[in-house]
């Protein structure tokens, strides 16, 4: 069995689900399996015999479970009859017992508890409290448990509704949204929610996302993208599914490559990646190169084959690596801004060479030189500010100078190089700027 938790938001037939959570290994067979080992325990200390290796009669004992189950829900004590449920010394042996319902909540109290979980996170997931809810419907024949009335009842502060049949609503459900689907209905229409994040794989092994985790389906989201390298032709997509920081803790749903790149300075070409999830949860991945119109796709079904164990453990994953894949990001963000701006320089002083005196192309080359040699070797992210503060200390002044000789021209040279000229436009006080 199954148990899961969805939180709507309903007006004029559209159902908008802001929130999904659950447990796939939590359901009525969890209740059954109590009682059967209850019963299998009782009669093995009365008669000493243990009836769990005896196929028949376990399916008789399941049988026998599930009627008590429902029974309790209704009356406070039921019977258990079993007769010939063994032989001993050709002797037949009779199961006869009974079942209160306290008992049965005593059994099972941990799995009653273990639905609070997952509906604490579909709350946290909306952004919303206990008190913001209107309704609480619960379907399935198990939420007739007592217990599990209660506990939700309990827990929300509401009176779970009863004015629909929890054993028929899901397959209502199924068969108007295969209505809505097939264009059938017209009055209604469910808008779901996409249950783990989408992204690529960026520079230094960042994942990227453009589609959140509970995003309303059907969606669609572009982001501008460009090469890490000069002259790149070719660009590698690595979409991928999770909530963690990096591409190599998320789960990859599909690769390809984007070929036929005008070769160009590392940071112009523009790839414009676009995601587009349809109603089904079909994903589109799509990489266009602006500059030559040229595109390359992927169709991913399997996003939409996760079990609620995969969901749950991708989210409690990113919870508990959370503060350990922040400092990890923190270094990976800093060497890449690191890196840029060290390109930037770079690609500055060769373009304006001319422009710029020998002692102080000298002084910018030695710079730039030591912050790759020490970005190599940068383990923290105190260690790239570090080496970024050495490097502008040597180059902030030059640019300075430069920007006040040559305002007009720099300002054209600063955004070419991908400078912000503002830093160093400082006033006949020679006030130094800072590059991010």
Known sequence: GTFDVSILE????????????????????????????????????SHGIDLSGDKMAMQRIK?????????LSGVTKTSISLPFISMNNGVPMHLDME????????????????????????????????SDIAKVIMVGGSTRVPAVYDSVKRITGKDPYKGINPDECVALGAAIQGGVLAGEVKDMLLLDVTPLSLGIETLGGVFTRLIDRNTTIPTSKSQVFSTAADNQTSVDIHVLQGEREFARDNKTLGRFELVGIAPAPRGVPQIEVTFDIDANGIVSVKAMDKGTNKSQSITITAS?????DDINKAVKDAEK??????????????????????????????????????????????ATKEARESLEKAETEEDVKALVEKLTKVTDPIFTKFYQQNPEAAAEAAKAAGINPDDYQGGSDGANGTVD
């Open 304 to 308: 939409s084959n996760l079990t609620e």
């Open 10 to 45: 309903l007006g004029d037939g559209v159902f908008e689900v802001l929130a999904t959570s659950g447990n796939n290994r939590l359901g009525g067979d969890d209740f059954d399996k109590r009682i059967m080992d209850y019963i299998v325990a009782e009669f093995k200390k």
């Open 99 to 130: 079942l209160t319902r306290a008992k049965f909540d005593a059994l099972t109290e941990d799995l009653v508890k273990a639905t609070i979980g997952p509906m604490q996170q579909a709350l946290k997931d909306a952004g919303l409290s206990y």
């Open 321 to 366: 690596y959370a503060e350990e894949d922040k400092k990890r990001r923190a270094v990976v963000d800093a060497k890449n801004g690191a890196e840029q701006l060290i390109f930037a320089v770079d690609k500055f002083v060769m373009e304006n060479g001319e422009t710029i005196e020998e002692a102080d192309k000298t002084a910018i080359s030695d």
């Open 63 to 71: 049988e026998a479970a599930e009627k008590a189950k429902i029974d």
